[in-house]
Each structure stands twice: as C-alpha cells, then as structure tokens.
C-alpha cells in the first residue's frame, strides 16, 4: 500500500477531505431513505387540493405503518383477557382513529420540509430515525421540531410503529390514556370503542380531540 507522502497533492488533498466529511455526508440507511421518502409524500399529499385527499392519506397511511400492531400496544394488558369479538371491534375503531390522529398532526406540517438526522439501530431489523420538520417560514430563532419515526422491518417490508413529535411517543400516549379510561370504566373494551369512535368523529370535524 502506497503511503500518503507518496501521494502526489492532489491526492493527498482528497484523502484528507474524504476523512474529514462528516456523518450527515455518509450514504442514508435504508431506513432513513425510507422516512424521508413516504413522509414526504405523505405531506404533499395533506398540502395537496385534491378531493380525494383523505381517501388517498388513508391508503398511504395503511401502506406505511403496521395500524394493528400499533392498535395492539396501545389497548396494552387488558388484550389478553379481551374476547376475539371485543378484539376485533376494537381493531376496527383503532384504524379510524389512527387515520385520524395522523392526519391531525401531519397536517399542521403541511408546506413544512423533513430533514433525516440520523438513526440508530434497537435491534436487528428494529430502528428508531431522527428527523426535524424545517418550517420555511420559521423565524431565525426558532428551532426545528424534533419528529422520531420507529421503524421495523416486517417480512422484507419496513413500516412505521411509533411517531415521536418534540420526544413524546405517540403509542405510548395513547396506550397510557387508553389504560386510564379503562381504569375508571371497569376494563370495558365497548366503552373504550365507542369513546375512540367519538374522538375519532371529533378530530374529522376539525376540531381537538376531547378526551
């Protein structure tokens, strides 16, 4: 191996340059490529004028994320002794909802840019990617929002379990207010659905959801 006093200046120059590139320069993971792409996508399509705007979020959303797993982890301990029946009704109100919160949230980010600042892997096939959303029109002083995307590899087929908007983690949000309501409605799963079928009524209608 040659040296790098042999090298003539030129390359002696590019190897050092080469050394001195920092990470944000190194080649995106397939996760990150992942994230910046479908996030992206999925916010022209809510700052999209289209009529078909829901409908077409709602396809999207199904296509990135894994809505039952996340329905899962959110109903928490009182899965287990839940009857296929409650279950499945549950499932089913959960995907309205989450379609829902999502394009609650991603649309106040509308006009707004994804910028990927890295990534770690969790485990194998299990990584979280860090992301800011860059607002155009944000003052000089204001800093980014900080927007976490949990990523899992499913079969060949990455999707997203978990949103964290400025460090809160929306599964687990959810699943600690969902544990609370069943906490002071005896462990009713019905109660719990057709409190996620209001919110979810609520949050279409444009306004907060009040829980």
């Known amino acids: 191996m040659r040296s ?10 590019v190897f050092v340059l080469a050394l001195m590139l920092p ?7 397939p996760a990150e490529i992942f994230v ?12 999209s004028d289209n009529p ?12 990135l994320t894994d809505i039952s797993r996340i329905g899962r982890f959110t109903l928490g301990n009182a899965r287990r002794t ?15 909802y989450a379609v829902a919160v999502y394009q609650s949230r991603l649309s106040k980010y509308s006009g ?11 485990g194998p096939g299990d990584f979280t990617v860090s992301t800011v959303m860059v607002d155009p029109e944000a003052k000089s002083d204001q800093q980014p929002l900080p927007v976490g995307f949990r990523v899992v590899n499913e079969g060949n087929r990455m999707v997203v379990i978990d949103v964290s908007v400025a460090g809160v983690w929306l599964s687990i949000e959810e699943r600690d207010q969902f544990s609370a309501f069943l ?10 659905i057709q409190h996620l079928n209001q919110l979810t009524t609520q949050l279409r209608n444009g306004g907060p959801a009040q829980r």
């Open 4 to 13: 790098l006093i042999s090298l003539s200046p030129a390359c002696r120059l």
């Open 23 to 29: 990470a944000a320069a190194q080649a995106a993971t």
């Open 36 to 47: 910046s792409t479908n996030i992206e996508r999925g916010l022209q399509i809510l700052g």
């Open 52 to 63: 078909q705007r829901s409908s077409r979020f709602e396809s999207f959303l199904e296509g």
């Open 82 to 96: 839940a009857s296929p029946q409650d279950l499945a009704a549950f499932d089913t109100s959960f995907r309205n």
């Open 112 to 122: 707004q840019t994804l910028k990927v600042t890295g990534s770690v892997e969790n």
């Open 183 to 192: 906490s002071q409605h005896n462990g009713s799963i019905p109660a719990l």
